[in-house]
T-cell receptor, first 115, second 111 residues
Framework: DGGITQSPKYLFRKEGQNVTLSCEQN?????MYWYRQDPGQGLRLIYY???????QKGDIAEGYSVSREKKESFPLTVTSAQKNPTAFYLC??????????????FGQGTRLTVV | KNEVEQSPQNLTAQEGEFITINCSYS?????LHWLQQHPGGGIVSLFM???GKKKHGRLIATINIQEKHSSLHITASHPRDSAVYIC?????????????FGKGTHLIIQP
């Protein structure tokens, strides 16, 4: 079955450590996105990628980094520079760039807790 | 950036009731997304609609582009419909195309 796989589902890290969240899709989608969700708030865009080897900052990119070396993969690294890393992280993809007229597909999310 | 407001924030209803969730947005759009977030956190896309009405099973989504308003209806609600329902409106600008998400409506259907 095609879909988006995020791993792990739960992740615990000590403060000051970098941590990488995995996102893999087998939908052959060009565009991929990373969102952050905090309690009582809507999802906010961290980074997005329109095509392999290209990515752009979203609204809250500070303290995060990404790579897009393969079409199927879009890992997100939460660095020690991110002041409030504890959150729920969602990866999404779409067949074409932009979500003006394109359906988005989401993963199951990773809940990151920094202690 | 599009501002997206959802109402109500929380809704508890009895099984079988007709449910309505509302979404308003500030900037004219070409299509609006309705999403469902399960208790485990995963999100499923329910609808993407640009005009009129769409129906999928017991779910109905309507949109009025002129009034910048959309509604999600659930007929004959069931406890398995309990989830967070999120509407999202696209925006374009500042070099980014993306979605602005509402804060979600937390729906609980009691047996």
């Amino acid at each position: 079955d095609g879909g988006i796989t995020q791993s792990p589902k739960y992740l615990f890290r000590k403060e000051g450590q970098n941590v990488t969240l995995s996102c893999e899709q087998n939908l052959n989608h060009d565009a991929m996105y990373w969102y952050r969700q905090d309690p009582g708030q809507g999802l906010r865009l961290i980074y997005y990628s329109q095509i392999v080897n290209d990515f752009q900052k979203g609204d809250i990119a500070e303290g995060y980094s990404v790579s897009r070396e393969k079409k199927e993969s879009f890992p997100l690294t939460v660095t020690s520079a991110q002041k409030n890393p504890t959150a729920f992280y969602l990866c999404a993809s779409s067949i074409g760039w932009g979500l003006m007229n394109t359906e988005a597909f989401f993963g199951q999310g990773t809940r990151l807790t920094v202690v | 950036k599009n501002e997206v407001e959802q109402s109500p924030q929380n809704l508890t209803a009895q099984e079988g009731e007709f449910i309505t969730i509302n979404c308003s947005y500030s900037v004219g759009i070409s299509a609006l997304h309705w999403l469902q977030q399960h208790p485990g956190g995963g999100i499923v896309s329910l609808f993407m609609l640009s005009s009129g009405k769409k129906k999928h099973g017991r779910l109905i989504a309507t949109i009025n582009i002129q009034e910048k308003h959309s509604s999600l209806h659930i007929t004959a609600s069931h406890p398995r419909d309990s989830a967070v329902y999120i509407c999202a409106a696209p925006y374009s600008g500042g070099g980014a195309d993306g979605l602005t998400f509402g804060k979600g409506t937390h729906l609980i259907i009691q047996p």
